[in-house]
Nanobody, 123 residues
């Protein structure tokens, strides 16, 4: 059974940084495309960033480009999301997700999800 566990969320002021981590267990981590999604308060879940299996290809939603960096350590079964220059509109529950298919921004194709970690940015 694949399990994903996020950590690193918190409440910060605008302009601050946070680093989210997502540890996977019960799977061969390096065979999974990994992704971060977020759900702002009262809104639909949205794609944030994805990374391919060996970590050499990443993709970001336009609103976080240049501020967020997704990375992975396959030896530690962990995917990270470094978030810099945080804005109030980055507030939401951040979840990592895994799938063994193609890299995609569509949440329907992700088979496994973490429980989420809250990020709150005050302006």
């Amino acid at each position: 059974q694949v399990q994903l566990t996020e950590s690193g969320g918190g409440s910060v002021q605008a302009g601050a940084s946070l680093r989210l981590s997502c540890v996977a267990s019960g799977c061969t981590f390096s065979t999974y495309v990994m992704c971060w999604f977020r759900q702002p308060p009262g809104k639909e879940r949205e794609f944030v960033a994805s990374i391919n299996r060996n970590g050499d290809t990443t993709y970001y939603t336009s609103s976080v480009k240049g501020r967020f960096t997704i990375s992975r350590d396959n030896a530690k079964n962990t995917v990270f999301l470094q978030m810099n220059s945080l804005k109030a509109e980055d507030t939401g529950v951040y979840s990592c997700a895994a799938n063994r298919g193609l890299t995609t921004v569509n949440s329907r194709f992700y088979d496994y999800w973490g429980q989420g970690t809250q990020v709150t940015v005050s302006s």
